[in-house]
């Protein structure tokens, strides 16, 4: 993982857009309207984790999905134009700035986004892509490789916008349909035109980078959990345990991700731009899912076991992000399964099954030592690696 140093290369020329453009073997890093960017997706990612704590139910997952994968698509939008052109001048810094106050209207509208927000949040949604279009004919005028971009970006911009605006008119649950192929559409542009944004090829340190930023923020989540279920507990000792176990939880969590993505990442080519991109949709909506269901163990704690709705969404959130990650790991970075990986997901799943019949720190505690396991082995291996690395180099070193 690059070390986080916020860039202040500024180009206040266009024609200097673009790592297309640019030395892509330079270490390019955040800059500072990115990393302040960031900060209205603590609120739109809070207010998704609030709404399912609220609905734990299959319904209300459902919703949460819908909710959350284009609230993650607007960071998409914006963190890929950066990436490829991002200027920091004046205006461009002017039209993040506008982006971040059209995310917090789609984040205030989060809650009530299947009832009277409804327009709200999608309004706030079609303005955020429209930003982003902005920025990209922006970027057009000035860069002729940008011109491309804009032309796909349209492709998916004006047919999904027209069922977005419809859908504000549409009963429902008519309404959700429409959500749903607009989505489906925008997701669908950028691999159906991967041989033009090819042309645009993504920078190799930069976007891991922010990647790692936006799961840390998800990740936070999970860490305000513990925090918000502590302020409500009777504070017996095994509600204390409870919130250990969960911060445990988290921790390991932030340690195998940031351990993958150290080892592991390599975005040259279109097609593992497209699989680190996406697979990173079901890693945070996995952590986002395990968040809620750390709050909602340390509630139960005392409980003779946790609720089905508590338990798939705890073990079955930890089963899908080792899930995405392993597909990351193999389809994007070409390497072999980790059986102990496969392991976790079976052990995650085979908790949320049966897990009625074990007291709440008992299952907590198989998915620490479960998780604890698979950090401890994966530092020995890290040092096993190092230390045959250092004799190869010893062993070199008298040869010559």
């Not at 609220?54 to 319904?59: N, R, S």
């Not at 789609?106 to 999608?122: D, I, M, R």
């Not at 697979?279 to 996995?286: D, K, S």
Request: aromatic content about 10%; charged content about 10%; proline content about 4%.
């Amino acid at each position: 993982m690059p070390q986080l140093q916020p860039s202040n290369n500024k180009s206040p020329h266009l024609p200097q857009l673009g790592p297309g453009l640019r030395n892509l073997e330079r270490e390019q890093h955040a800059t500072w309207i990115e990393l302040f960017f960031d900060l209205v997706f603590v609120v739109a990612i809070a207010e998704l984790s609030h709404y399912l704590e609220e609905h734990l139910t299959v319904i209300g997952f459902l919703q949460f999905v819908l909710l959350f994968v284009p609230s993650w698509w607007a960071w998409v939008l914006f963190t890929f134009y950066s990436d490829r052109f991002d200027t920091d001048d004046s205006i461009h810094r002017l039209l993040m700035l506008t982006g971040m106050l059209t995310i917090l209207f789609l984040g205030a509208n989060v809650h009530n986004a299947f009832g009277e927000g409804s327009a709200g949040f999608t309004l706030a949604y079609v303005l955020a892509r429209s930003v982003v279009l902005a920025l990209y004919y922006r970027a057009s005028r000035h860069v002729p490789v940008a011109r491309a971009s804009v032309k796909l970006y349209l492709a998916s911009y004006i047919p999904s916008t027209c069922l977005w605006l419809i859908s504000i008119f549409v009963p429902e649950p008519l309404r959700y349909g429409l959500w749903v192929i607009a989505i489906a559409i925008e997701l669908s542009i950028p691999i159906v035109g991967s041989r033009i944004l090819a042309g645009t090829p993504s920078h190799p340190s930069h976007l891991p980078e922010r990647f790692g930023l936006f799961t840390l923020i998800v990740l936070g989540e999970a860490i305000v959990s513990v925090a918000t279920a502590t302020t409500n507990i009777d504070w017996r000792l095994p509600s204390i345990m409870a919130a250990v176990g969960g911060f445990a939880i988290a921790a390991c969590l932030w340690w195998l991700y940031f351990n993958f993505l150290e080892n592991s990442v390599i975005i040259r080519d279109i097609r593992s731009v497209h699989i680190y991109n996406y697979g990173h949709l079901p890693i945070l909506m996995g952590l986002t899912l395990v968040a809620v269901g750390i709050e909602h163990t340390i509630s139960e704690a005392n409980h003779h076991a946790l609720s089905v709705a508590t338990r798939w969404t705890l073990c079955g959130g930890l089963a899908l992000y080792v899930f995405a990650i392993i597909v990351v790991w193999v389809l994007g970075c070409h390497r072999r399964v980790k059986w102990l990986s496969v392991s976790m997901i079976a052990i995650s799943l085979g908790l949320a099954i049966i897990g009625g019949s074990l007291p709440p720190l008992v299952l907590e505690g198989c998915l620490v030592a479960m998780l604890v396991s698979k950090v401890s082995l994966g530092i020995l291996r890290a040092r096993k690696t190092a230390q045959l690395v250092a004799e190869d180099a010893e062993i070199i070193e008298t040869q010559l």
